[in-house]
């Protein structure tokens, strides 16, 4: 079992692998600490602004489990807490936190054998949980 | 102020910003209910209630709904005063209350004007009762100021929402000091301080909630002399994610300028139009981040209330429901933009050592002033902080126009260089515009010195225009005795620009006017008055009020303009946030910090201006576009002068059948004055329909209330005997004045719209007050009088009308709409001269204008009625008016011998052409100067020649000109003159080419008094051409 994790709460997280068959994580997974890019300073650097955003992939899924992750956007509104991991390297090993966060629909292409390949959810306007 | 903490500093430039904002909306509760228990007529303040049900007892200027259900308030609403069984005291309103009509009270102060009560005895009560009190007015109540509304969400960890409070109260009377305070934090658990605790910002009083709700809560101040005042307050306890959280927002900007804040928003929820009623109080805050710290980084004059972004109230009209999309859409403005739509009445104050009557302010000053507004004619400074800070200079009279509460403010401040405006949370400011202080006296403690990295893209520093916007400011202060100082800035003008003359603002003396002139002359010379800077993020710290300066710091390099500030010093003078979810953006406008030198002290004038002698302002009896005469005599009369002539003066009324223009045979005048009590003419006018059977004169205009001083408006028919219509007495019962009060009818017009119709000016005041004009009128050519009301027009102290005309709506293709009605008085005793405006032929009246006093502005009102254009003459120029006095746009500056003029008396005028067809209209304007010669601009008051140059026609000496000019309808070129000089020369005289060169009708010199029949001395009371 892996480290992400999806809930309606912070106390009711439970691992997404529980809604997919394969059992696999959304690995490698994406973090970015800002929203976007809203303009530069007077010094020419980049100014970041925004809350951080994450995706989520899976390689490869059966229909069965694309379906759950489809149904769980659906049923909380797009509105979800997750673990995820951060760009935060700590002891030899990136660092997990959770966030309550808009989940996008997820997205995938559909192959033969009722699965879906290139498999991502989008997580954004993620507001850290102390 | 202070300036940004280091540490929110390192937040700011170095952190990455996320900003989350949500939206509450007060729906206050239902506190108190009753129904009205028998009948009550309209406007009843004491209703009798039965079935009172008490949740909470209102406090007072709660609001109260009328209904016929329970809760409704189709049948109206007004405050809750005061309630004891079995009577509700409530205040003004115009409802018929039938019995068992449901009484509703809301736990809510709406912003609301509050009108004071003016008894038949001149006894003013303010709020519609309250009578003046011994010390309302020398211990003044005290402003408390606690914060700004709250908002707050339950945590899910402690279930309590958590709030902090302290108070920054000021006690007002002099010598007062605030002594006690005490607290009402309705739901709430005090943790830390009590509810007799000051709290400070560093020190507050802590509360807890652990339910979800709206409180309605207070805090009073009570001062040294026992005074108290309450400001009440919001606390919004929200559960997270709760459907009354409004967090899928858009907004469509949040703007601020020194006026007020204003925010379109879209909300997307179920909830309907009905959860965002009319005028209901908003309050948008934010959840912010920096980096992975929560923490919300505000303006320092609102600790503890970072998360709120800004405070405001729908405004009415503005809230659509989009059933498809599931979201409203509204706008809110601040509490100044709601101050806009409070309507004030018009009045006065003055200083009084010992005051009698609320009207009467010890120690008057500009802050006592806004003090007075503000806590006694409107509920504002009970819903949100006020900070009085305008310089605090003393002055004797004050006037409220008839305008929003908001303009009452701003035209009194203006004086004193001063602004109102309100922060983004909601705090109202009255202050002085930092740009017009001495430097000495402007803050400079920076909010931020700004670096490189605070700043997003490149600095806009907008556009400059020429290198001087004005070449010189012409000033013309008044100092503690209403006398004028004047003052030029620069000494020598600049070569480009243009002069610009700034009026009545208050100065101490002679050195402080030619400063602030100088002051002005740097601000309107600003090259940068509009330099937008856009910040790295969510820099919601920086606001326009109350004015702190920022250093703003830019290379070269870092703009294509390579402009390079160190540490200049720029105020804010307009905020603007950019959301979408998640990010805040802040962008302001600044302007740079500008001074100008040390004017010079100004050309005063050689004579002094002599005192203010009224003479009727010549009549205008004549439409001069499209005249609706219809006894037009078949011959052509156009381009030619009228043959039939009538002059009215103090010495009597003459009339000729024979007159004629340049070169023509002299007309032989006559007497018309048979009825009359005696020869001496105020005024003369003519019904338009039949100007040879109708016509009209005032006679005596001299304190005419005695009938023996002949104060009457008479009717003449067809050339017969003159015939009473109307004097003083019939009017004052008529209006329902009281008749141990002096009065005279001052003015009469007629209408071009209306047959038969004229309206009258009643001038009446009693001993010791202020002169009030009444308006009067009849439709049949004046054998019944009625009256719209009793209300007044207005007051003018010391006044006297100086202009009554009917015009017609701007823009209106025919006669049909001559609802407009004007009305210019002048103050001979150190009053303002004002223009009142009635768009319903007189039914009500607003105070459009106050000019500068008597001695040192305006002293004439010229009006093109016809087309609805007014021009005035002031110490600063030439004016012109399209748009019913709203705003006045100068056309020329000031002329040496017309502004001798306008310190003259009477008896000028500058005269437009009215026929559009031969050229643009205004682009010939006359005028009549103190030489008594006749100054002409063709071009719209560019430039301007005086005629004649050699040789007066109304003789050359003297100090001050009476003149008549009457501009005929056809080439604008035929005019009528009617003159006394100095030197006791009376004339009638025409030119045909414009006033360049006259010629006499009425002999030689009618210092004869004998020849041609009008006696030399006369006043001049009115020409009156017409078809006979």
């Known amino acids: 079992m892996g480290n992400y994790y999806i809930g309606a709460s912070v106390a009711t997280l439970f691992p997404v692998t529980g809604l997919t068959s394969d059992g696999a994580d959304p690995h490698p997974s994406q973090f970015v600490e800002y929203a976007e890019v809203v303009g530069t300073d007077l010094n020419g650097a980049p100014i970041e602004a925004g809350l951080p955003r994450c995706t989520w992939n899976w390689s490869e899924m059966d229909a069965a489990g694309f379906d759950a992750l489809t149904d769980y956007f659906t049923t909380n509104a797009g509105i979800v807490y997750i673990q995820t991991r951060t760009n935060v390297y700590a002891s030899d090993a990136y660092t997990f936190a959770t966030y309550k966060a808009r989940m996008a629909r997820p997205r995938g292409e559909t192959v033969p054998g009722k699965r879906y390949s290139g498999v991502t959810i989008e997580f954004t306007m993620m507001e850290l949980q102390s | 102020m202070s300036a940004i903490s280091a540490d929110n500093l390192t937040r700011l430039r170095t952190t990455i910003h996320a900003t989350k904002l949500g939206l509450v909306v007060y729906a206050p509760a239902t506190i108190w209910s009753a129904q009205v228990n028998g009948t009550q007529t309209t406007g009843a303040r004491a209703i009798a209630v039965d079935g009172v049900v008490n949740t909470r007892t209102p406090g007072k200027h709660f609001k109260a709904l009328f209904g016929s259900t329970a809760g409704a308030r189709d049948l109206g609403e007004a405050r809750f005063i005061s309630y004891s069984a079995p009577t509700l005291n409530v205040s003004a309103h ?25 008894d038949d005895n001149d006894v003013v009560s303010e709020d519609g009762n309250e009578a003046y009190g011994s010390n309302y007015n020398t211990q003044y109540i005290p402003l408390a100021r606690c914060g700004t509304h709250a908002v707050a969400y339950l945590d899910s960890v402690t279930g309590l929402a958590t709030v902090n409070f302290y108070q920054r109260s000021t006690a007002i009377a002099n010598g007062a000091s605030i002594s006690s305070h005490l607290w009402t934090w309705r739901g709430g658990t005090v943790v830390t301080g009590s509810t007799t605790t000051a709290g400070t910002s560093g020190s507050p009083n802590v509360v807890t909630w652990n339910t979800a709700g709206d409180y309605y809560c207070s805090y009073t101040a009570t001062d040294s002399n026992g005074k108290t005042h309450t400001r009440y307050f919001v606390v919004f306890v929200r559960a997270r994610d709760a459907a009354n959280v409004y967090t899928a927002l858009e907004v469509g900007g949040i703007e601020g300028n020194d006026n007020s804040y204003r925010a379109t928003l879209n909300v997307k929820t179920d909830a309907g139009a009905s959860a965002f009623p009319a005028r209901a109080l908003c309050v948008l805050f934010a959840e912010d981040w920096f980096g992975a710290e929560k923490i919300s980084i505000g303006n320092s004059n609102d600790v503890h209330r970072e998360n709120i972004v800004m405070v405001g109230y729908i405004r009415r009209g503005t ?61 504002i400074s009970q819903i949100t902080d006020c900070y009085l800070n305008l310089p605090t200079y003393t002055t004797e009279y004050l006037d409220l126009q008839d305008a929003s509460i908001a303009e009452q403010l701003r035209n009194v401040i203006a004086a004193v260089r001063g602004r109102m405006g309100c922060s983004a949370r909601g705090a109202l400011y009255l202050e002085a515009n930092p740009q017009l202080l001495p430097l000495d006296e402007r803050a400079s403690t920076y909010t931020i010195q700004t670096t490189s990295s605070d700043l997003r893209d490149e600095v806009d520093f907008g556009d400059e225009g020429q290198e001087q916007q004005i070449s010189q400011i012409d000033f013309a202060g008044e100092n503690a005795d209403a006398d004028p100082v004047f003052a030029l800035a620069p000494g020598v003008p600049w070569v480009g620009g243009r002069s610009e003359k700034i009026d009545g603002v208050r100065v101490t003396d002679q050195s402080e006017a030619n400063e602030i002139a100088g002051l002005f002359e740097g601000y309107r010379n600003n090259a940068f008055a509009d330099v937008v800077i856009s910040w790295r993020g969510n820099y ?54 500008s001074f100008g030198s040390t004017g010079i002290t100004g050309d005063y004038p050689v004579e002094p201006p002599a005192d203010p002698i009224y003479n009727p302002p010549p009549i205008d009896p004549i439409t001069p576009f499209e005249p609706p005469i219809t006894e037009y005599p078949g011959g052509d009369e156009t381009g030619l002068f009228r043959s039939h002539v009538y002059v009215a003066t103090d010495r009597g009324l003459f009339y000729t059948a024979n007159f004629t223009g340049v070169g023509g045979a002299m007309p032989t005048w006559t007497r018309v004055e048979t009825g009359l009590p005696t020869n001496v003419i105020a005024l003369m006018t003519a019904d338009p329909y039949a100007p040879s059977d109708n016509q009209y004169v005032v006679t005596s205009e001299h304190y005419a209330y005695s009938p023996e001083r002949y104060n009457r408006i008479y009717r003449r028919q067809s050339g017969g005997s003159w015939t009473k219509i109307c004097d003083c007495a019939d009017l004052i019962t008529l209006l329902g004045l009281s008749a141990s009060g002096d009065a005279r009818i001052e003015a009469i017009c007629t209408d071009v719209s209306t047959p038969g119709y004229l309206a009258a000016v009643l001038n009446h005041w009693v001993a010791g007050g202020g002169q009030t004009f009444y308006f009067a009128y009849s439709t049949d050519y004046g054998a019944t009088w009625a009256k719209h009301s009793a209300t007044p027009i207005g007051s003018n102290y010391n006044g006297r009308v100086g202009g009554f005309a009917h015009g017609l709506f701007r823009g209106a293709s025919s006669y049909a709409t001559g609802n407009v009605v004007y009305l210019f008085s002048f103050s001979g005793g150190g009053g303002t001269n004002k223009l009142w405006v009635s768009t319903n032929r007189g039914a009500t009246w607003t105070e459009r204008t106050t000019f500068a006093t008597a001695n040192s502005g305006t002293c004439i009102l010229q009006l093109d009625a016809s087309q ?60 009549v100067g103190y030489s008594h010669n006749v100054w002409m601009t063709t071009n719209g008051g560019a430039m301007w020649t005086e005629y004649p140059t050699s040789g007066v026609p109304w003789g050359s000496g003297g100090n001050w000109a009476e003149l008549g000019i009457l501009t005929l309808g056809d080439a604008g070129n035929k005019m009528y003159g009617l003159g006394r000089g100095g030197t006791n020369i009376d004339k009638v005289q025409v030119s045909e080419d414009g006033g360049i060169t006259w010629e006499a009708k009425a002999g030689a010199d009618i210092t004869d008094s004998t020849t041609n029949g009008i006696p030399g001395s006369a006043w001049v009371a009115g020409i009156l051409p017409i078809y006979a």
Request: aromatic content about 8%.
């Open chain 2, 94 to 118: 115009n409802t018929v209350l039938a019995d068992n009509t449901y009484i509703t009270v809301k736990e809510e102060i709406a912003p609301q004007s509050i009108h004071v009560a003016i």
């Open chain 2, 540 to 593: 919601r710290a920086l606001d326009v009020y109350p004015a702190e300066p920022i250093a703003v710091n830019v290379l070269a390099a870092q703009n294509k303009r390579g402009i390079a500030w160190t540490n200049q010093r720029c105020w804010v003078k307009r905020v603007a946030y950019d959301y979408k979810p998640g990010i805040l953006l802040v962008q302001t406008t600044v302007e740079k910090d």
């Open chain 2, 868 to 927: 609805d254009v007014l021009y005035c003459y002031s110490a600063s120029g030439i004016k012109r008016s399209d748009n019913l006095g709203v705003t006045w746009t100068p056309i020329a500056a000031a002329v040496s011998d017309l502004s001798n003029q306008g310190q003259s008396a009477s008896g000028y005028q500058i005269m437009p052409l009215y026929d559009p067809s031969v050229l643009p209209r205004a682009q010939t304007i006359r005028a």
């Open chain 2, 319 to 379: 809230t659509k429901f989009d059933w498809a999309k599931s979201s409203v859409e509204f706008e809110i403005e601040s509490v100044s933009g709601a101050m806009d739509n409070m309507w004030g009445l018009a009045g006065g104050l003055e200083t009084a050592d010992a005051p009698t009557g609320w009207h009467q302010l010890a120690g008057l000053t500009y802050n006592l002033f806004a003090h007075h507004v503000l806590t006694r004619h409107s509920t």
